[in-house]
Protein backbone atom coordinates (compact mmCIF):
# COMPACT_ATOMS: atom_id res chain seq x y z
CA UNK A 1 0.00 0.00 0.00
CA UNK A 2 1.51 3.22 -0.79
CA UNK A 3 1.11 6.03 1.46
CA UNK A 4 1.05 9.89 -0.54
CA UNK A 5 2.73 12.83 0.74
CA UNK A 6 2.34 16.54 -0.38
CA UNK A 7 5.78 18.76 -1.45
CA UNK A 8 5.74 21.63 0.16
CA UNK A 9 7.48 24.83 -1.02
CA UNK A 10 10.88 25.19 1.11
CA UNK A 11 11.08 27.75 3.50
CA UNK A 12 13.77 27.99 5.90
CA UNK A 13 11.97 27.84 9.24
CA UNK A 14 10.04 24.89 8.12
CA UNK A 15 13.30 23.04 6.83
CA UNK A 16 15.32 24.17 9.75
CA UNK A 17 14.93 21.06 11.83
CA UNK A 18 16.72 19.04 8.73
CA UNK A 19 19.34 21.72 7.50
CA UNK A 20 19.54 25.09 5.60
CA UNK A 21 17.92 26.86 2.72
CA UNK A 22 20.63 28.21 0.46
CA UNK A 23 19.87 30.86 -1.42
CA UNK A 24 20.67 34.65 -1.99
CA UNK A 25 17.76 36.46 -0.13
CA UNK A 26 18.21 38.38 3.33
CA UNK A 27 21.31 39.96 5.14
CA UNK A 28 24.44 40.17 3.24
CA UNK A 29 27.51 42.08 2.67
CA UNK A 30 29.00 44.42 0.46
CA UNK A 31 32.05 42.81 -1.26
CA UNK A 32 34.26 43.49 -4.86
CA UNK A 33 34.40 47.02 -4.11
CA UNK A 34 30.38 47.48 -3.44
CA UNK A 35 29.59 45.46 -6.88
CA UNK A 36 28.85 41.85 -4.75
CA UNK A 37 26.22 40.77 -2.28
CA UNK A 38 28.26 38.56 0.24
CA UNK A 39 25.20 36.23 1.99
CA UNK A 40 27.39 35.13 4.47
CA UNK A 41 27.84 31.61 6.56
CA UNK A 42 24.90 30.10 4.98
CA UNK A 43 25.16 27.03 5.98
CA UNK A 44 25.95 24.67 9.33
CA UNK A 45 28.54 22.84 7.63
CA UNK A 46 29.71 19.84 9.99
CA UNK A 47 31.91 17.15 9.67
CA UNK A 48 33.16 14.81 12.24
CA UNK A 49 36.03 13.66 11.00
CA UNK A 50 37.49 13.91 7.40
CA UNK A 51 37.43 16.97 5.83
CA UNK A 52 34.77 19.10 3.80
CA UNK A 53 34.97 18.35 -0.15
CA UNK A 54 33.42 19.52 -3.00
CA UNK A 55 32.09 16.80 -5.47
CA UNK A 56 30.22 16.92 -8.99
CA UNK A 57 26.50 15.04 -9.02
CA UNK A 58 25.07 14.18 -12.26
CA UNK A 59 21.55 12.81 -11.41
CA UNK A 60 18.84 10.99 -13.62
CA UNK A 61 15.86 13.64 -13.42
CA UNK A 62 12.54 12.22 -12.43
CA UNK A 63 9.14 13.38 -12.16
CA UNK A 64 6.17 14.07 -9.99
CA UNK A 65 4.09 11.89 -8.81
CA UNK A 66 7.53 10.33 -7.93
CA UNK A 67 7.81 6.95 -5.75
CA UNK A 68 10.44 6.00 -3.38
CA UNK A 69 11.14 3.63 -0.08
CA UNK A 70 14.76 4.05 0.37
CA UNK A 71 16.24 6.64 2.20
CA UNK A 72 19.47 7.28 4.06
CA UNK A 73 22.22 9.41 6.39
CA UNK A 74 25.34 10.66 7.03
CA UNK A 75 26.39 10.35 10.57
CA UNK A 76 29.88 12.10 10.07
CA UNK A 77 29.17 15.13 8.26
CA UNK A 78 26.35 17.31 6.67
CA UNK A 79 25.54 17.14 2.97
CA UNK A 80 24.93 20.48 0.50
CA UNK A 81 23.75 20.52 -2.54
CA UNK A 82 24.03 23.32 -5.19
CA UNK A 83 22.18 23.22 -7.77
CA UNK A 84 24.18 23.79 -11.26
CA UNK A 85 21.48 24.82 -13.18
CA UNK A 86 18.05 27.25 -12.46
CA UNK A 87 15.89 24.04 -12.32
CA UNK A 88 14.22 23.51 -8.84
CA UNK A 89 14.75 19.75 -7.21
CA UNK A 90 12.36 17.69 -5.18
CA UNK A 91 14.38 17.02 -1.02
CA UNK A 92 12.71 14.27 1.01
CA UNK A 93 13.72 13.93 4.45
CA UNK A 94 12.68 12.30 7.36
CA UNK A 95 12.94 13.09 11.32
CA UNK A 96 14.87 10.14 13.64
CA UNK A 97 12.92 8.15 15.30
CA UNK A 98 14.82 5.47 17.52
CA UNK A 99 17.64 5.56 14.89
CA UNK A 100 15.30 5.06 12.20
CA UNK A 101 13.60 7.32 9.77
CA UNK A 102 9.90 8.63 10.65
CA UNK A 103 7.11 9.47 8.36
CA UNK A 104 8.86 11.32 5.04
CA UNK A 105 8.41 15.39 4.66
CA UNK A 106 8.79 16.27 0.74
CA UNK A 107 9.92 19.61 -0.23
CA UNK A 108 9.98 21.56 -3.79
CA UNK A 109 13.55 23.91 -4.12
CA UNK A 110 12.55 27.47 -6.04
CA UNK A 111 14.90 27.98 -9.12
CA UNK A 112 18.34 28.52 -7.79
CA UNK A 113 18.09 27.49 -4.29
CA UNK A 114 20.46 24.77 -2.69
CA UNK A 115 20.48 23.06 0.55
CA UNK A 116 22.82 21.90 3.15
CA UNK A 117 21.61 18.86 4.98
CA UNK A 118 22.47 18.30 8.89
CA UNK A 119 24.62 15.48 10.11
CA UNK A 120 22.89 12.52 10.45
CA UNK A 121 19.50 13.62 8.62
CA UNK A 122 17.60 11.15 7.05
CA UNK A 123 17.09 12.27 3.63
CA UNK A 124 15.69 10.39 0.16
CA UNK A 125 18.40 10.61 -3.09
CA UNK A 126 19.03 12.91 -4.92
CA UNK A 127 15.77 14.21 -7.31
CA UNK A 128 15.91 16.66 -9.76
CA UNK A 129 13.01 17.30 -11.47
CA UNK A 130 14.73 18.74 -14.93
CA UNK A 131 17.75 17.42 -16.88
CA UNK A 132 20.64 18.01 -16.60
CA UNK A 133 20.64 16.94 -12.57
CA UNK A 134 24.17 18.55 -12.17
CA UNK A 135 24.78 19.26 -8.81
CA UNK A 136 27.78 20.81 -6.61
CA UNK A 137 28.17 18.99 -3.66
CA UNK A 138 29.92 19.56 -0.44
CA UNK A 139 30.65 17.21 1.67
CA UNK A 140 32.88 14.65 3.91
CA UNK A 141 35.69 13.01 2.64
CA UNK A 142 37.48 10.61 4.93
CA UNK A 143 38.02 7.07 5.85
CA UNK A 144 35.11 5.12 7.69
CA UNK A 145 31.43 4.39 7.06
CA UNK A 146 29.55 7.44 6.27
CA UNK A 147 26.63 6.18 4.79
CA UNK A 148 23.01 4.48 6.64
CA UNK A 149 20.22 3.66 4.24
CA UNK A 150 16.60 2.15 5.21
CA UNK A 151 13.66 1.03 3.33
CA UNK A 152 10.68 1.62 4.39
CA UNK A 153 8.30 -1.41 4.60
CA UNK A 154 5.86 0.52 1.82
CA UNK A 155 6.68 3.02 -0.39
CA UNK A 156 5.59 6.28 -0.31
CA UNK A 157 4.44 8.94 -3.03
CA UNK A 158 4.75 12.54 -3.49
CA UNK A 159 2.67 14.20 -5.10
CA UNK A 160 2.79 17.85 -6.43
CA UNK A 161 1.34 20.76 -4.50
CA UNK A 162 -2.28 21.26 -4.69
Not at 26 to 45: P, S, T, Y
Not at 59 to 85: C, K, N
Not at 125 to 148: Q, S, Y
Amino acid sequence: MTRTIEAEPIIAHTFAAFGDVLDATGDFRLINDGLCHRHHDRARLDFGSGRAGISIFDAVPRALPYDFDLVERHPEGSQAFLPMTEHPFLVIVAPDAGGRPGSPRAFLTAPGQGINLLRGTWHGVLTPLAAPGRFAVVDRIGDGPNLEEFRYPAPWQVIGPA
